[in-house]
């Protein structure tokens, strides 16, 4: 009975596994609307990573500028260098000013807080990221009404996502696209699309067996 039982279910998921690498049914269709979202996931989840750098690089840069200059308008430097009061106390003025107006955009840009929002957002994609994964794993052992309805699932937690996150950028989108090796926006070939996924679910090899 068992030996039976298994039979049956081979030829389930072998029927299945046909229906998956025909392009007019139904299940290749979903399949690869599942991928086509999987894919955008990562792009956006990789333009939240590329601004997370990029706004910490340049919090560093400006904090380290800031003590730079603080050092040297409170150390007497600028007066021991320059033997003239008079070109001391105007440099000393413009660094100071510089100074001043580094501290204001400090004040009212606070990169730290940008980045971390950025990062809850790429955190937050990253587990839907491996949840589409998951369920293109499981592609084959589901029947199309759960598929959907997981599918429904992700794509409701992604836009809100989308709605309460920081905007990603233009140049945090060509360096995603550059990490990526991607050459279309929101556009991705089947190629592009296996380079992303675990070599267990790529299309491309899968044809090949």
Request: some cysteine; aromatic content about 8%; hydrophobic content about 35%.
């Amino acid at each position: 009975m068992k030996m039976i039982i298994n039979f049956i279910l081979q030829g389930i998921n072998g029927e299945r596994f046909m229906e998956r690498n025909s392009q007019n049914n139904q299940r290749y269709q979903l399949e690869s609307q599942l991928r086509e979202a999987y894919g955008r996931v990562v792009y956006t989840q990789t333009c939240h990573d590329k601004i997370i750098n990029r706004l910490i690089k340049k919090s560093n840069r400006i904090k380290c500028l800031q003590i730079f200059l603080s050092s040297i308008t409170t150390s007497g430097f600028i007066v021991t260098l320059f033997a003239e009061d008079k070109i001391a106390s105007i440099l000393g003025a413009f660094i100071s000013l510089i100074l001043l107006i580094l501290n204001f955009y400090s004040k009212n840009f606070n990169l730290t807080e940008e980045a971390q929002n950025h990062r809850v957002a790429s955190d937050t994609l990253w587990k839907i990221r491996e949840e589409y994964i998951s369920l293109l794993t499981d592609f084959d052992i589901l029947d199309l009404k759960s598929i959907m309805k997981k599918r429904d699932e992700l794509q409701e937690r992604t836009a809100e996502v989308y709605s309460s996150s920081p905007r990603t950028d233009r140049e945090s989108y060509l360096e995603a696209k550059k990490a990526l090796k991607n050459e279309e926006e929101q556009t991705f070939s089947e190629r592009e699309i296996d380079i992303m996924l675990p070599n267990s679910i790529r299309r491309s090899d899968r044809v090949k067996k």
